[in-house]
C-alpha cells in the first residue's frame, strides 16, 4: 500500500491540545527537580534512590514518598528499563496511514490491538493516524505482513512505511526546571545510534524479560528482578552494564505522562535536507534540548522530508520556538510541522512475550 503525503488538514478540524495550567497537579521545584533526576539520572546501583536523592540534596524517604504520589497522580507514568527495540532483533518503523477522518478512533483501537504497536496518534494531516509498530525475529507475518494486516483490518484507504535509515537522536527526558530558551538551544551534537541487531544470549533475554515493566519504589528496586534471575544483585547490574555497553539497554528512567506533567504539545517536524548534508544536519538537529527523537527516513516523490525532529514543549508555541531555532541555526527552512491532537496509545514494548504469536494465529 502507498499513497500521496500532501499536507493537507485532517477533516474535521483536529485541534492540537493545549494545557493552559500547566502540570495535572501542583509541582513545586522540588518535584521539577525530582523528575528532571528521576529522567536522566537513575543509576544502575543497588541504592539508586540514595543516590537520586544526594544529587538533589534531600531526604531519601521524601524522595522515595513523593516518587509514588507522583505515579499514583499520573505525572509518572513508569519507571522502567528502556531497552533498543532494534538491538534485540525486532524489526520496526513509524507508520503513516489515511484512515476515515470522521472516525479514526475506530482505525485506531483495530491498531493498537497489535501488541507491537508502542506509540498511536491522530495528526493534521492527510495521512491522520501516525504509529509505531515491531515484530519480533520470529515473526510469521514480518513486518510489512502484519502492516498488510492492520491496514486491512482497520480500512485505511492509503499506508507509507517511513523506516529508519540513520538514527541521530532517541531520548524521551523532558526538562522540568529551564524554560522555552533553555529547550530551544543547541548543545554539544548528538552522535548518530547505530540501529542493528546484537547478538543475544540466554542471560540478555532472561534479564529483559524478568526487568522490563515497572521498577518498584523501594530503596533496592533491582532486588527482586535479581533473586528471580537467581543472580546476586552486583552480578545483574553488572549484566545490565554490559548490556549498555552492547546496546542492547539504553538507560533505566523515569517516563513522564507528557500533558499530565505539563508538556501539552508535541510537535513532529519533519525537513528538507539535502543528502549531501544530512551527515552534517541529522546530529545538529539532534543536539537541540527540545527534541527527544532524531530520525533520517525514506524519501518519495510527493515526500521530499529527510529528517524527523520530534519537539516537545508546553505549548504549540514553545514547540515552535524549538523548531524555528533548528532553522535558524542550520538554514534548513523547508519543512512541516504535524500536531498531535490525540493521543490514542502509548506504552513500553514487552518483548519475548507470547503476544505476538497470539496476535498472528488468526491471521495466517
Not at 540514595?50 to 522515595?64: G, K, M, N, R, Y
Not at 480500512?155 to 529508519?164: H, N, V, W
Request: hydrophobic fraction near 40%; proline fraction near 6%.
Amino acid at each position: 500500500m502507498s499513497g500521496s503525503l500532501k499536507n493537507i488538514p485532517a477533516r474535521g478540524g483536529a485541534k492540537v491540545r493545549s494545557r493552559t495550567d500547566g502540570a495535572a497537579i501542583p509541582l513545586d521545584d522540588r518535584d521539577k527537580q525530582l523528575l528532571n533526576a528521576l529522567q536522566s539520572g537513575f543509576p544502575l546501583s543497588e541504592e539508586p534512590y540514595a543516590a537520586v536523592a544526594a544529587d538533589i540534596d534531600e531526604p531519601i524517604a521524601w524522595v522515595l514518598g513523593r516518587t509514588q504520589e507522583l505515579l499514583d497522580n499520573r505525572i509518572i507514568r513508569e519507571i522502567t528499563p528502556i531497552f533498543d527495540t532494534r538491538a534485540l532483533g525486532y524489526a520496526s518503523m513509524l507508520v503513516a496511514a489515511k484512515v476515515d477522518p470522521d472516525h479514526p478512533h475506530r482505525a485506531a483501537e483495530v491498531i493498537n490491538q497489535h501488541p507491537g504497536v508502542s506509540h498511536n496518534y491522530l495528526r493534521n494531516h492527510e495521512f491522520n493516524l501516525w504509529f509505531t509498530i515491531a515484530t519480533p525475529p520470529d515473526s510469521a507475518l514480518g513486518l510489512e505482513g502484519s502492516l498488510e494486516v492492520l491496514g486491512r483490518e482497520a480500512g485505511a484507504t492509503s499506508i507509507r512505511m517511513l523506516p529508519t535509515i540513520r538514527l541521530f537522536k532517541i531520548n524521551m527526558n523532558l526538562e522540568m526546571v529551564k524554560g522555552t530558551d533553555s529547550l530551544a538551544a543547541p548543545a554539544a551534537a548528538a552522535n548518530e545510534r547505530p540501529i542493528e541487531g546484537v547478538q543475544l544470549s540466554e542471560t540478555d533475554r532472561n534479564v529483559v524479560t524478568t526487568l522490563q515493566g515497572d521498577l518498584p519504589v523501594t530503596e533496592r528496586p533491582y532486588d527482586a528482578a535479581a533473586a528471580s534471575l537467581g543472580l546476586s544483585v552486583p552480578a545483574l547490574l553488572a549484566h545490565c552494564e554490559s548490556m549498555v555497553d552492547r546496546g542492547l539497554l539504553r538507560r533505566v528512567a523515569a517516563i513522564l505522562f507528557h500533558r499530565r506533567a505539563g508538556f501539552a504539545a508535541n510537535g513532529m517536524g519533519v525537513w528538507n535536507v539535502p543528502a549531501d548534508r544530512i551527515d552534517e544536519i541529522g546530529p545538529q538537529m539532534a543536539s537541540f534540548r527540545g527534541v527527544s527523537h532524531c530520525y533520517q527516513r525514506p524519501t518519495y516523490e510527493d515526500w521530499p522530508y529527510s529528517v524527523f525532529t520530534m519537539a516537545h514543549g508546553r505549548s504549540k508555541e514553545e514547540c515552535d520556538k524549538i523548531l524555528d531555532e533548528i532553522a535558524a541555526a542550520t538554514g534548513i527552512e523547508d519543512r512541516t510541522t504535524l500536531y498531535s491532537s490525540t493521543e490514542y496509545k502509548k506504552i513500553r514494548l514487552k518483548y519475548f512475550t507470547p503476544d505476538y504469536a497470539a496476535w498472528e494465529q488468526d491471521r495466517l
